[in-house]
């Protein structure tokens, strides 16, 4: 079993910066590629990044690219999202994930990840 806890979520003005967190408690989590992802009211959730277990590989969507930085620190259990220049389109509940599977390519698909945490909401102001 798989617990993800979401942290560091908030108010920002456009321009501004957050940085999430995602700590995770069970077994094995350095062997587990990682995501983020986000979901607004009446919309699919949608892929933001992933990192791979070794935190070596990383992978954004193309609307974060630039902006967004995700990292892992095995050692403590925990996922980080860094989000600089926010916009007020990337407001959304943000959500970390673990990936089915402990190897391949990292993925984007919501149904290749099989535990959430609860969420953070983003909130940007314009």
């Known amino acids: 079993q798989v617990q993800l806890v979401e942290s560091g979520g908030g108010l920002v003005q456009a321009g501004g910066s957050l940085r999430l967190s995602c700590a995770a408690s069970g077994r094995n989590f350095s062997d587990y590629h990682m995501g983020w992802f986000r979901q607004t009211p009446g919309k699919e959730r949608e892929f933001v990044s992933a990192?791979?277990?070794?935190?070596?590989?990383?992978y954004y969507a193309d609307f974060v690219k630039g902006r967004f930085t995700i990292s892992r620190d095995n050692a403590k259990n925990t996922v980080y999202l860094q989000m600089n220049n926010l916009r007020p389109e990337d407001t959304a509940v943000y959500y970390c994930?673990?990936?089915?599977?402990?190897?391949?390519?990292?993925?984007?698909?919501?149904?290749?990840?099989?535990?959430w945490g609860q969420g953070t909401q983003v909130t940007v102001s314009s």
């Open positions: 990192i791979s277990w070794s935190g070596r590989n990383t």
């Open positions: 994930s673990k990936d089915r599977s402990r190897s391949g390519s990292l993925k984007t698909a919501v149904t290749a990840y099989d535990y």
